[in-house]
C-alpha cells in the first residue's frame, strides 16, 4: 500500500506564504506524476499544480507566478511553495501522486491521494 502524508498547512494573511509537503511512503518503485489540487467550499476540486518524473511542470492560471511545485525524487515528496496568498486561495489542499509498485513480477500503477491539508487565507 502507498500512503499520502501532507503538511504545511494554516492561516495566513493575504500577501503572505505558506510551503506544504506531501511524503508518499510504501513499496514504490517509481512515482509519475505528483501534483496538489484544491476544493473550495461550494466548489469542485481543481488542480492547482503538477510536476512530472521528467521535472516538467503545469499550473492553473490562477496561481501562475505565485506558486511552485517542486519535488525531492530520494524522499518521494512533493512540494508546493505558496507565496503572495490571496483570499480565494482558501481551500482544502490534497496531495495526488502516481505511484508504480510491483507485485508479484508485475508493476501496477495507482493513483492514491492524501487526506487533505487547510489553507485559510485572511483579507
Known amino acids: 500500500q502507498v500512503q499520502l502524508v501532507e503538511s504545511g498547512g494554516g492561516l495566513v494573511q493575504a500577501g503572505g506564504s505558506l510551503r506544504l509537503s506531501c511524503a508518499a511512503s510504501g513499496s514504490i518503485s517509481s512515482i509519475n506524476g505528483m501534483g496538489w489540487y484544491r476544493q473550495a467550499p461550494g466548489k469542485q476540486r481543481e488542480l492547482v499544480a503538477a510536476?512530472?518524473?521528467?521535472?516538467?511542470?503545469n499550473y492553473a492560471d490562477s496561481v501562475k507566478g505565485r506558486f511552485t511545485i517542486s519535488r525531492d525524487n530520494a524522499k518521494n515528496t512533493v512540494y508546493l511553495q505558496m507565496n503572495s496568498l490571496k483570499p480565494e486561495d482558501t481551500a482544502v489542499y490534497y496531495c495526488?501522486?502516481?505511484?508504480?509498485?510491483?507485485?508479484?513480477?508485475?508493476?501496477?500503477?495507482?493513483?492514491?491521494w492524501g487526506q487533505g491539508t487547510l489553507v485559510t487565507v485572511s483579507s
Open positions: 495526488k501522486a502516481d505511484p508504480v509498485i510491483a507485485v508479484d513480477g508485475s508493476y501496477r500503477y495507482l493513483v492514491v
Open positions: 510536476i512530472f518524473s521528467g521535472g516538467s511542470t
